[in-house]
């Protein structure tokens, strides 16, 4: 998938159990937090280690480096390769077999993010809210950011659903 095509679900090459314990693997810890403040202050080291990312990333997860990943909260299923970029649920588009509405004939990722970390026994992420998308971002390594603790606030840990939402009506 090349970075001018548009997003296209996608279905991860790996398992998401092992998605889970790369995850833990990567988890921030000193040392990460010190190697990503050295990669951080080299320009071309940062751009190297960001290429590195983005191969391994898009080959594994169709990522499509948002700078922001929500790959340990969706099964290890990129929500940007959706078409519609949707970061917290499919569309109301999807089709009874979970068909995407833009791509009929691929799955939906959300689908396939709720298959995957089902199956892994991690349903229960796929209820914390992602924030906005900072565009900003879009290219840049998400594991520099992820060790130097920028990563924190990405999600909620709330549901919202405990607290009926207030509507103004006139």
Same mark, same amino acid.
Request: aromatic content about 12%; overall charge positive.
């Given at each position: 998938m090349?970075?001018?095509?548009g997003p296209r679900p996608t279905r991860p #090459?790996?398992?998401?159990a092992t998605?889970?314990?790369?995850?833990?693997?990567?988890?921030?810890n000193r040392a990460y937090r010190w190697l990503a403040g050295r990669?951080?202050?080299r320009p071309r080291l940062r751009r190297w280690f960001t290429a590195a990312e983005r191969r391994s990333?898009?080959?594994?997860?169709?990522?499509?480096?948002?700078g922001q990943c929500a790959l340990p909260a969706t099964g290890y299923a990129c929500p940007m390769s959706c078409p519609k970029q949707l970061r917290n649920g499919p569309c109301g588009g999807v089709a009874p077999n979970g068909d995407c509405e833009v791509y009929p004939g691929?799955?939906?990722? #959300?689908?396939?993010?709720?298959e995957r970390a089902e199956q892994a026994g991690h349903a229960r992420d796929l209820t914390l809210l992602q924030r906005p998308v900072d565009h900003?971002?879009?290219g840049a390594s998400s594991w520099l950011g992820y060790w130097q603790g920028r990563d924190e606030h990405l999600w909620t840990g709330d549901d919202g659903l405990d607290r009926p939402v207030a509507v103004h009506r006139p």
């Open positions: 090349s970075a001018s095509e #090459w790996i398992a998401a998605g889970y314990r790369l995850g833990r693997v990567l988890a921030p990669i951080e202050a990333k898009e080959r594994l997860f169709g990522c499509r480096m948002c691929d799955r939906c990722v #959300w689908v396939i993010a709720y900003r971002l879009a």
